[in-house]
């Protein structure tokens, strides 16, 4: 790696990963290639009984790819990074590595809804066992683990419910029972928390939405501090052959570069709508980190170098109300995905929870009022001006 970890985090997100770069080109350039030709025989033979380095075939390795493994690696202090077609991908790479027939996993209820719904619905059939907790709530945690638990997954804070789980109590617990423990981080970033830093084994992203930020790609990392655990996921990544692809590399290394900036001011959007709607008085509740009403508020001010910028809200009226409010709304857009530069909202029960159960959903705090809002970087006097007028409509 070119500039060390003494750099702050901004200089980072545009300095850091490894690339070699003969022609001294000021951005990575985009490997667009399927296969490297090897300088003879026994340079390919030596490639692949790994006694030299050197790319083979872009499902493998690929130089564009390697430049955002290390520079994602290198921002949440792991030393390996390891890309993923989709988040999703990165989910099931790490289950397929570290979970065998008879084994079991605790799980935050409040998780992405395919992430659970893959577990339930489609690893269950190959003997893998899941209980789905609150893992903000330690003696939940507790209680579920089993002879057989393999693995601690968390996601903090949770898709959609904002609740949030202490990851050192978490690490302790799942070391104590020789358990990985397993962190989602996509809400956050590593520019707002670095799980690996508080104990975690693997942690992983959806780079779709704060990593990249601008809502054109679809890419997932996996990232970890053990050499053997990583070697693992790597070579489980290949074997399924979710790998990414160069050019969606390139765009996501292109997004990180303003990952900070875009941060700052979302989250600083965040707090002033949070505090906006809890005033209003036709909203029931609203879970955001940065509010002193939300319950874990004094853990995520440790925990986070910032709140981030997604916010779930339940109107007084439900989710007749919350519906004409996602139809009104004109500058933020009805959709899901988050982390955007753009302000999205949805609604996580008939949307991205669908699939879950409604008992699931229930038992989560997934109520069918709740609204997910995405806060993006626009000015935030017209957010607040765009929800009013949706708001006047109910
Ligand atoms: C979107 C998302 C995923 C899945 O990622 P894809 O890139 O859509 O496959 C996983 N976890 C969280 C928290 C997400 O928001």
Redesign the pocket.
């Known amino acids: 790696m070119k500039h060390s970890k003494k750099l702050g985090i901004n200089s980072r997100l545009i300095h850091s990963g490894e690339f070699e770069n003969p022609l001294g080109s000021a951005t990575v350039p985009i490997y667009q290639t399927s296969t490297f030709i090897f300088e003879s025989a026994d340079h390919g033979a030596k490639c692949f009984s790994g006694e030299e380095d050197g790319y083979i075939y872009t499902r493998i390795g690929n130089p564009t790819i390697h430049a955002l493994e290390t520079l994602v690696a290198d921002l949440e202090t792991g030393t390996q990074g390891i890309a993923t077609s989709?988040?999703?991908?990165a989910?099931n790479t790490i289950y397929m590595a570290l979970l065998s027939k008879g084994d079991h996993i605790v799980s935050s209820a409040a998780?992405?809804g395919?992430?659970r719904v893959v577990m339930e619905q489609h690893w269950s059939r190959f003997g893998v066992e899941s209980t789905y907790v609150n893992t903000a709530n330690l003696d939940e945690v507790k209680a579920a683990i089993k002879p057989n638990t393999k693995m601690l997954y968390v996601?903090t804070p949770a898709?959609p419910t904002m609740d949030i789980t202490d990851l050192v109590e978490c690490a302790k617990l799942a070391h104590e029972h020789k358990m990985v423990l397993v962190v989602?981080n996509?809400?956050s970033s590593p520019y707002l928390q670095r799980p690996l830093e508080l104990g975690a084994d693997v942690v992983f992203h959806?780079?779709?939405?704060f990593l990249n930020g601008h809502a054109d790609i679809?890419?997932?990392m996996i990232v970890t501090k053990d050499d053997a655990l990583g070697k693992k996921l790597r070579s489980m990544m290949v074997t399924l052959g979710c790998n990414m692809d160069p050019h969606q590399a390139y765009m996501v290394i292109r997004g990180i570069k303003t990952l900070g900036i875009r941060i700052d001011r979302s989250q600083g959007n965040a707090m002033e709508i949070a505090a906006y709607l809890e005033n209003h008085p036709k909203v029931a509740w609203v879970k955001y980190p940065g509010l002193k009403s939300h319950p874990q508020h004094e853990l995520a001010t440790r925990q986070m170098d910032g709140f981030g910028s997604m916010i779930s809200f339940e109107l007084k009226g439900g989710l007749k109300a919350g519906k004409i409010l996602m139809d009104n709304v004109k500058v933020a857009i009805l959709a899901v995905?988050?982390g955007g530069v753009e302000t999205l909202i949805q609604h996580p029960a008939s949307m991205t929870h669908s699939k879950v159960s409604a008992e699931a959903k229930a038992k989560a705090g997934i109520t069918d009022g709740l609204v997910r809002y995405s806060v993006g970087i626009e000015d935030v006097e017209d957010l607040i001006s765009d929800l009013e007028q949706g708001l006047d409509l109910v």
């Open positions: 989709s988040g999703m991908a989910v998780v992405y395919p992430s996601e898709n989602d996509t809400f959806s780079m779709t939405k679809v890419a997932g995905s988050l």
